[in-house]
């Protein structure tokens, strides 16, 4: 998964509990998404990094905040996970920004199951 | 609204045989697309791309073909192989909106031996 690594792979938790996820990266780019992926719905983007301390929102980010102290690691959080959040969530990475290139292309990690109860 | 559809949800082929995935977008902004390719309980790879200012991308096996006055484009992969046997994913991206992704829902190919 070219250095990516997601943690935890898979999460049970119940309704109203704080969910952290966390994506570590080895390749020292810069710019860092979360995505997640629902049946018939493909992936869609929650939050994305540009850099250490720059984050932004992406198409579905309410309930979700995520942080970004070191280039490696980049958090998403559910303050309070309800079961519309129930997904599979994953990170990316990617050299350049999306904006500069259409060609810039996405490095995905494993993924993170995630069951809200 | 899905500006990016994928209406076969799966599709099933001899191996050997060709597989053609089917894709269409509404926003005709878009200037570049993308195929990725998904494993279970692994994630997307990229697969191949083509910007709008061709008609066709091949690579291999994978062939990948844009009609932009249809909004439509293909995935052509011939032969097919066992190994090819996963989710694709397209997407697409313009760069007028800052190139962000937008994906399709995907499509489960099987390639039966």
């Known amino acids: 998964d070219a250095g990516i690594t997601q943690s935890p792979r898979h999460k049970v938790t119940e309704t109203g509990t704080p969910v952290t996820l966390r994506c570590h990266q080895t390749e020292n780019h810069r710019y860092m998404y979360w995505y997640r992926q629902d049946p018939g719905h493909g992936l869609r983007l929650i939050h994305y990094s540009y850099g250490v301390k720059d984050t932004d929102k992406g198409e579905v980010s309410d309930g979700y905040s995520v942080s970004r102290s070191k280039t490696e690691d980049f958090l998403l959080t559910l303050e309070s996970a309800t079961s519309s959040q129930t997904s599979v969530y994953f990170c990316a990475i990617s050299e350049l920004p999306l904006w500069q290139s259409g060609a810039n292309v996405l490095t995905f990690g494993a993924g993170s199951r995630l069951t809200v109860l | 609204d899905q500006q990016v559809k994928q209406n076969s949800p799966s599709l099933s082929v001899q191996e050997g045989r060709i597989s053609i995935l089917n894709c269409d977008y509404t926003?005709?902004?878009?200037?570049?697309f993308l195929w990725y390719k998904k494993y279970p309980a692994e994630g997307p790879t990229f697969l191949i791309s083509?910007?709008?200012?061709?008609d066709k991308n091949e690579d291999g096996r994978f062939t990948v073909f844009l009609n932009k006055s249809a909004k439509h484009l293909s995935l052509h992969i011939v032969p097919s192989q066992p190994g090819d046997s996963a989710v694709y994913f397209c997407?697409?991206?313009?760069?007028?909106?800052?190139?962000?992704?937008?994906f399709g829902g995907g499509t489960r190919v099987l390639v039966k031996p």
């Open positions: 926003n005709s902004m878009f200037d570049y």
């Open positions: 083509i910007s709008s200012i061709k």
């Open positions: 997407a697409a991206s313009a760069k007028a909106a800052g190139n962000k992704l937008t």
